[in-house]
């Protein structure tokens, strides 16, 4: 008989209930947020967590502790071979089941994923001018993320949503064009705040755009209502604010000048199967081990396996801090980016 879930509650009294998946710490763009042009030092394939090993952890989180969703993210997540068998190992746990993509690799598989049971897509799209995505992405690929964006909406995945991460004097010039975009293609865009999270380490407060000063932006040109989306903001990240003329609605991700930590219900695990409390959090609980290293002569009952990994997940929730701490004197930088935590 399956055992009735039991609410993770952290110790600030939130209840965890949303799952980050990292699939790969790769990636075929070069974002000027996250990573440097030539690339990091990848893990080895033998050191990713197996399609069966991330969706047993995930049956764990679902079935022991009432997880209502789950997000595959990376590195670029769609760069990792037969990712629709991993939706289909998720498929049958009966959550949201997420994914943050950079958009390129969609035209060929988004009606796959969708058929699979993915249910909605977060793409990546920082700048409709070609100059400036290749500038931010190291990749003229600016026409495939849009045949990206078309294909998700053909392939039913309901909502689509646009990330664009602004930084000061780069993309910033660019948001009404982007809301606009968002608006005549009907998807949702989200303005994420730079944070302090690329491998380069050049995040500096100056280059962050706050939220306020892009919803002004956008208010100037198509005027929003004056109160957010009840619940956004809360429940989800994305503080989320409605067009006055019914056109949709425009989110921000104010991580940096407006944290929202004290709403959190995520967790993530790393491709290598280190599972995190926070984008910032210093301590990692290494799940790997635990699904893994089996004794051979004493294999553990799959049961077993099960208790020990909700075992080391409710460990480490113990741990989960009342909020991160950008901009403060005692900040530290966690040694990974977020394409090695998977964002
Ligand atoms: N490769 C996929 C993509 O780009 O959508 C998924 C992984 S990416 C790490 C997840 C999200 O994190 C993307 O929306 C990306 O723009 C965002 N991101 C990466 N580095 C960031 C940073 N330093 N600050 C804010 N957002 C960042
Ligand atoms: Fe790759 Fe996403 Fe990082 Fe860009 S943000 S380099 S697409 S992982």
Not at 129 to 148: H, K, N, Q, S
Request: hydrophobic share 40%.
């Amino acid at each position: 008989m399956r055992p009735v879930p039991i609410p993770l509650i952290d110790p600030f009294d939130r209840r965890v209930k949303d799952l980050r998946i990292s699939i790969t710490d790769r990636c075929n763009f070069r974002c000027a947020y996250c990573m440097p042009e030539e690339g990091m030092r990848w893990l080895d394939r033998s050191e990713l967590l197996t399609y069966e090993e991330l969706a047993r952890i995930a049956r764990v989180c679902v079935e022991r502790f009432g997880f209502e969703a789950i997000r595959i993210t990376g590195g670029e997540p769609l760069v990792r071979a037969h990712v629709v068998r991993l939706i289909e190992l998720l498929s049958p746990l009966g959550v949201d089941i997420a994914l943050t993509t950079n958009g390129v690799k969609l035209p060929e598989v988004a009606h796959d994923l969708a058929r699979a049971g993915l249910t909605r897509v977060n793409i990546s799209l920082d700048s409709l001018r070609r100059e400036t995505f290749l500038a931010l992405t190291r990749r003229d690929e600016l026409d495939r993320v849009i045949a990206g964006v078309d294909a998700a909406i053909d392939a039913g995945l309901t909502p689509v949503k646009i990330n664009a991460v602004v930084m000061r004097g780069i993309n910033d010039d660019e948001v009404v064009d982007l809301a606009r975009f968002g608006r005549d293609k009907g998807v949702g865009v989200r303005f994420i705040e730079f944070m302090p999270l690329d491998a380069q380490g050049e995040w500096s407060h100056d280059k962050v755009v706050p939220s306020r000063e892009i919803l002004e932006r956008i208010d100037a040109v198509f005027p929003l209502r004056r109160e957010a989306v009840p619940g956004s903001g809360h429940e989800q990240p994305a503080e989320r604010f409605e067009y006055a003329d019914g056109g949709g609605d425009v989110g921000v991700i104010a991580s940096v000048t407006e944290p929202f930590c004290d709403n959190c219900d995520r967790v993530r695990i790393t491709a290598e199967g280190k599972f995190r409390t926070c984008l910032f959090a210093l301590e990692e609980f290494d799940l790997r081990s635990v699904v893994r290293d089996q004794s051979a002569e004493r294999p553990l009952s799959d049961d077993a396996v099960d208790d020990l990994l909700a075992a080391e997940i409710a460990r480490a929730v113990g741990t989960k801090w009342a909020g991160h701490r950008i901009g403060q004197v005692d900040f530290i930088r966690p040694d990974r980016s977020m394409s090695q935590i998977g964002g």
